[in-house]
């Protein structure tokens, strides 16, 4: 089975700073990548499918890129209502696997 | 709009089983793949299994498969997990989750529902 790595597993950074956050497959899965936000004692939300392709009503500062084994999530501009873990999933082919998540919250 | 209400959720004794239900509305249900992803106490996701929109395809996660059962009724709009041989590091929230697009390719979640929360302690 493919497996998901995410890296960093946590970080700080001030508001209004740009964050990346790197997903990577341990095989390719084309495009088929989506991610993910959880905000403490919510349901996650799809922010990004097709690895790049924003979800409705997701604002423009979250932009997704990638294809094959690296994917990136960038936030270009820190806002205190983005402190939440962010996860990336899979779904080429089952199993349709997370990965481990990354903590984003605010210096 | 689109709604998944999870059912059946509780406290089971290890080696015990439970069934959860997720009741669909807002959408026609019988379009779309429909999965069950987990949570576990402070831990990330877990996706679980998924069923086609027909129910003729299904998938399981190893941590479940043997175990665990996938079901629809299209007629009903519901999705069903049959959860037998259950352990404690089966305890987490139960989601119910479909499909952003009507198609295999469209699996990543669209939509969640509330989740169920499954303890499995004696």
């Known amino acids: 089975d493919i497996q998901m790595t995410q890296s960093p597993s946590s970080l700080s950074a001030s508001v209004g700073d740009r964050v990346t956050i790197t997903c990577r497959a341990s095989?390719?899965?084309?495009?088929?990548l989506a991610w993910y936000q959880q905000k403490p004692g919510k349901v996650p939300k799809l922010l990004i499918y097709?690895?790049?392709t924003l979800q409705s009503g997701v604002p423009s500062r979250f932009t997704g890129s990638g294809s094959g084994t690296d994917f990136t999530l960038t936030i270009s501009s820190l806002q205190p209502e983005d402190v939440a873990t962010y996860y990336c999933?899979?779904?080429?082919?089952?199993?349709?696997?997370f990965g481990p998540g990354t903590k984003v919250g605010i210096k | 709009q689109v709604q998944l209400v999870e059912s059946g959720g509780g406290l089971v004794k290890p080696g015990g089983s439970l069934r959860l239900s997720c009741a669909a509305s807002g959408f026609t249900f019988s379009d779309y793949y429909m999965s069950w992803i987990r949570q576990a106490p402070g831990k990330g996701l877990e996706w679980l299994t998924y069923?086609?929109?027909?129910?003729?395809?299904?998938y399981y996660a190893d941590s479940v498969k043997g175990r665990f059962t996938i079901s629809r009724d299209n007629a009903k709009n519901s999705l069903n997990l049959q959860m037998n041989s259950l352990r404690a590091e089966d305890t987490a929230v139960y989601y119910c989750?479909?499909?952003?697009?009507?198609?295999?390719?469209?699996?990543?979640?669209?939509?969640w529902g509330q989740g169920a929360l499954v303890t499995v302690s004696s």
């Open positions: 999933q899979k779904y080429d082919s089952a199993p349709d696997t």
């Open positions: 097709a690895a790049s």
């Open positions: 069923i086609s929109d027909s129910g003729s395809t299904i």
């Open positions: 989750a479909r499909g952003y697009l009507t198609d295999y390719y469209g699996r990543a979640v669209g939509y």
């Open positions: 095989q390719g899965i084309a495009n088929y």
